[in-house]
Nanobody, 124 residues
C-alpha cells in the first residue's frame, strides 16, 4: 500500500509560482509511474504532468508545457510539481497519483494510489 500526501498549495497572484510536493510512504515509489492531476470546480479531473515508471520520460498537458516542471527525489520518496507563470485557469485541487503498471501516464484510470489533494488558487 502506498500513502500519498500533497502539500504546498495556497493562494497566489497571477504570474506567481508555487511548488507542490507529494510525499509517499508505505513503499518506495522509485519504480512507480507518478502523476499530477487537477480538478477545478464543476470540471472533470484532468492530467497535468507525469513520470513514467523509470523516471526517464516526462509528460505534460499542453496547457502547462513550458510553465510546470515535474521532478522526483527518490531518496526522499517525493515528487514535486514546480508551477510558474500561474494563471487563474490553473485554480484547482491538485492530486498526486502513483501507479505500478501504468500504460498511459495521462490516464487517471491507470493509477492505483491517490493523495487527498491540495488546493491551488490563483487570483487575477
Amino acid at each position: 500500500q502506498v500513502h500519498l500526501v500533497e502539500s504546498g498549495g495556497g493562494l497566489v497572484q497571477a504570474g506567481g509560482s508555487l511548488r507542490l510536493s507529494c510525499a509517499a510512504s508505505g513503499r518506495t515509489v522509485s519504480y512507480y509511474a507518478m502523476g499530477w492531476f487537477r480538478q477545478a470546480p464543476g470540471k472533470e479531473r484532468e492530467f497535468v504532468a507525469a513520470f513514467n515508471w523509470s523516471g526517464a520520460n516526462k509528460f505534460y498537458a499542453d496547457s502547462v508545457k513550458g510553465r510546470f516542471t515535474i521532478s522526483r527525489e527518490n531518496a526522499k520518496n517525493t515528487v514535486y510539481l514546480q508551477m510558474n507563470s500561474l494563471t487563474p485557469e490553473d485554480t484547482a485541487v491538485y492530486y498526486c497519483a502513483a501507479g505500478k503498471r501504468v500504460g498511459a501516464e495521462t490516464d487517471d484510470n491507470e493509477y492505483d494510489y491517490w493523495g487527498q489533494g491540495t488546493q491551488v488558487t490563483v487570483s487575477s
